[in-house]
């Protein structure tokens, strides 16, 4: 399994910026994919998630409204749109997905939202 994320740099308040993840060795399209992030100093916590089909997503509240979980089954990869960004998501942002009874990672991208 590998999950490769892209995307990411430094964006004013505001902004937007949209992060793709690359997904292989693994059935994509039957599995659930989440987004994490990663601040400084703080705990890796979950922004978003999406069921395989795409149809069903759910949000942390820190970025429900703002930010959007999407899918392409047929590239294998999934998609964080992140919108009105703040000081407060910059982090390092993770893809994940939970298969074969473990959890797999990508290497991150770092998104910074400063002035």
């Known amino acids: 399994v590998q999950l490769v994320e892209s995307g990411g740099g430094l964006v004013q308040p505001g902004g937007s910026l949209r992060l793709p993840c690359a997904a292989s060795g693994f059935t994509f399209s039957s599995y659930y994919m989440r987004w994490y992030r990663q601040a400084p100093g703080k705990e890796r916590e979950f922004v978003a998630f999406i069921v395989s089909s795409g149809d069903s997503t759910y949000y942390a509240d820190s970025v429900k409204g703002r930010f959007t979980i999407s899918r392409d089954n047929a590239k294998n990869t999934v998609y964080l749109q992140m919108n009105s960004l703040k000081p407060e998501d910059t982090a390092v942002y993770y893809c994940?997905?939970?298969?074969?009874?473990?959890?797999?990672w990508g290497q991150g991208t770092q998104v910074t939202v400063s002035s």
């Open positions: 994940n997905t939970y298969w074969r009874q473990r959890d797999y």
